[in-house]
């Protein structure tokens, strides 16, 4: 099956849930550095942060989780919620509740030191509708029924966005991000690029961005989609949110979703 890798609405093919996104960094063993990664979204918590180190080059396996921490959420309505270590890395919101509009802070203590971050959740357009399309291959894709999302942006530009797609209840291993640089204020139906056979179950998830999550997902969707050629930009670590030298990002979206089976319209 064939994939897409990064959408924008401007070219409409440019090339939260509450669970946590899990991004395995790796650097020469004398450069291992913290790696923290969080989302807050809109539905229902609890919400997971995860704290790691980076692994060498040479080393195997996942990035090694760090216990012990202090981490905090609090937002800009009074709510300071302290999370609950649930597993080795893994920390656990009690009693926060994500709402768009809200701004979020992040605070980290390990080993004597302090990493923060702030993050806005944008509010979220619901999808308008997800159909399929009977198409024959080309443009590097296999025959099969192509999904299509129809959407509608909200008019001033600077809205962002992020897609989750599952078939048959697996998440789809590539970045998807968009913007609204041209299509600003209008309705677009966008490919995303997937060849499926009659029957898959498909969910998408449209999750809202700011710019600052935009740039960082953004940056990884490049670097996942370099082949090693000469045109392709110098790979380098994505712009994360983290202070004090830290990698990875602190993230807040609002999140609309919609479910279909595979069919031919018709």
Request: aromatic share 10%.
């Amino acid at each position: 099956m064939k994939k897409y890798i990064l959408l924008s609405l401007s070219l409409l093919a440019l090339l939260c849930s509450s669970c946590e996104e899990v991004i395995d960094y790796e650097l020469r063993t004398a450069d291992t550095k913290l790696v923290i990664e969080g989302l807050i979204t809109d539905q229902p918590g609890p919400y997971t942060v995860r704290i790691s180190n980076t692994k060498g080059y040479l080393d195997q396996g996942k990035t090694p989780g760090v216990n012990s921490a202090l981490v905090i959420i609090s937002d800009n309505k009074g709510v300071v919620d302290t999370l609950k270590q649930i597993d080795t890395g893994f920390y656990q919101t009690t009693k926060l509740q994500g709402k768009p509009g809200n701004t979020y802070f992040l605070k980290v203590k390990v080993g004597g030191q302090e990493y923060t971050a702030q993050t806005y959740m944008p509010a979220v357009s619901p999808i308008d509708s997800l159909t399929f399309e009977d198409k024959k291959a080309g443009n590097g894709l296999e025959a099969g029924l192509h999904p299509m999302l129809y959407m509608s942006d909200p008019a001033g530009k600077g809205h962002y966005y992020r897609w989750n797609i599952y078939v048959n209840g697996v998440k789809e291993w590539n970045i998807a991000v968009a913007s609204d640089e041209i299509y600003d204020g209008s309705s677009a139906k966008v490919d995303l690029w997937l060849s499926l056979k009659q029957g898959d179950k498909v969910k998408v998830e449209l999750l809202s961005l700011d710019k600052a999550a935009y740039d960082f997902w953004y940056a990884l969707a490049i670097q996942q989609n370099a082949t090693g050629g000469p045109f392709d930009s110098t790979p380098a670590n994505a712009p994360g949110n983290i202070s004090n030298g830290a990698m990875g990002f602190f993230g807040a979206s609002a999140v609309s979703s919609v479910e279909a089976t595979a069919k031919a319209s018709k």
